[in-house]
């Protein structure tokens, strides 16, 4: 009995290889770094001020942005005006540019010369090599995530579930509170994680608006450079780690929320 | 009362042209047409989910044409129900009655009241996805009838159910309108409109063809396309007497198969199915009448001739059958039908 065809086995090779490509890198950095070293790293307040600024900025960045970037994205999934293709593109656009790019035209942006940069020192701020600043380099380089999968999300929310709910006697503000927001939940949390995940490993905007206070990608490359491959490798395993513990909470807390949903 | 005056509107490429009707209080409305007719639109536009291009709306002599979705006070139950699938039947129910700001017994007993009416009661703490078609779509009357609508629109429902859910529900529209609920309903199927409807209205391609109490439209179309659509035109209140029996006029007993027994409903029967003859028939049909043939005209590539027997019935017929036996106005005859061509629906 033959259970594979020759094409699926050559799916498979193929297949095999790619997820070869993707694992072999990180299980060879994993398998290098000693248990002894990791420890030590996580003791180190360096690297564990890190991972704490980078969680914390990036968690910050996405929740903050995305009290606007919902409701655009609810726009642009139920409106059609002029213009809109343009707008979409524009949506894009941090995806297909140079992040070291964007972190220059960020930093034009904040830096003390500009008009933001003039309000912000007027409470007595440098956004330059401030949280704030790495939080919107992050945010920069993150929301077409955040904006695509929640338009998405909203998308699929059948509109007559909308007129029904007026119909019903509800306003525009409660409809998109209690039927859009909630049916687009999962799409829109997907879209959190997603650019919770991508501001965080952010490196090329985040070292050109602030090299300090150091995020840990930034960290990494420092003790890179610094020191070698044998000292970077242990901050890198550790906040793999760090960020996959992570995900899977938030992938739990998010299916328990929608799952009572359903 | 309802006026909708000259309404017309351009969606995409169809065009709702110039519709005028108008609805009393406590009437049971039903619009007649083909998917495509723009009767979904008309309801809509009613509801004051799309707004007209052209034309006035009057609700009460109130002109209604602009104002808000939620000031109208208009239920609308959607042709697929639109169940709000993250709240569970009683949450959906309740959503309605949010906007009435009830105090919490009153609200609770407003839902228990809702749920016998429609027959959800063992349902409300149900989550809506396992629910069966006929199940949602009385949770979605139930929703729609929490607000009290001054009229209730529905679209097309009784298309997704089956024939036993059918007649409960047909039964349930009926007993709302006694109870003085006005209803505008819109359908593709003329027995709805015979059934249910005191006044119907034909809409085709954007255009309303003819308004009328179902006798007028039925039995005397206006156009060709209207005569085509509507199938039938003989159709009578009926009560059933006993097993096999109904009487139509209070005096003329028709046999039909049917296990009811006492009930009210509506009798049909085909033109095509009526047999003339100049003496009786010898033959197994049950019904057996002798009338005066009033009218004879040509439709399509036949005749139809309208004969009194006590009440007028249609009979479609073929132009060598007149010739053979000189049917013409004023000549007896006999006519017959199967007690199985006989329909009876229960209203």
Known sequence: MRRYSTFNLFLIFLGGLILLFILAPLVGMFLKTSPVDLIETAKDDDVVNSIWLTLSTSFCA??????????LAYLLARKNFFGKRFVLGIIDLPIVIPHSAAGIAILGFISRDTVVGEIADQFGLNLVGHPIGIAAAMAFISIP????????GFSAVPVRLEKAALNLGASHFRVFFSISLPLAWRNIVSGLILMFARGMSEFGAIVIVAYYPMVTPVLIYERFGAFGLKYARPVAVLFIIVCLIFFVLLRLLSKEKTDANS | MLTVNNISKKYKDFVLDDISFSVNNEDYFVILGQSGAGKTILLEIIAGLIKQDKGKILFNNKD????????RNFGLVFQDFAIFPHLSVKENILYALKSKKLDKISTKEKIQELAKVVNISHLLHRNTTTLSGGELQRVALARTLALEPDILLLDEPLSSLDIILKDELRALLRKLNKNGQTIIHVTHDYIEAVTLANKVAVLHNGKLLQIGTP???FQNPESKFVANFIGIKNFFKTKITNKNKAVINNNIE???VSDNTETEGCLLIRSEDILISDKQLEASAMNNFYGEIIDVYPIESNYELIIDIGVKLSAFITETSINKFKLQAGKKVWICFKASAVKFIKT
Do not use: C
């Open chain 2, 64 to 71: 209604i044409s602009f104002e808000k979705i939620q000031k």
């Open chain 1, 62 to 71: 996405t929740i903050i942005f995305a009290i606007a970037a919902i409701p």
């Open chain 2, 215 to 217: 006798k007028d439209v």
């Open chain 1, 145 to 152: 995530f955040l904006l695509n999968a929640a338009r998405d």
């Open chain 2, 254 to 256: 028709i046999s039909l």
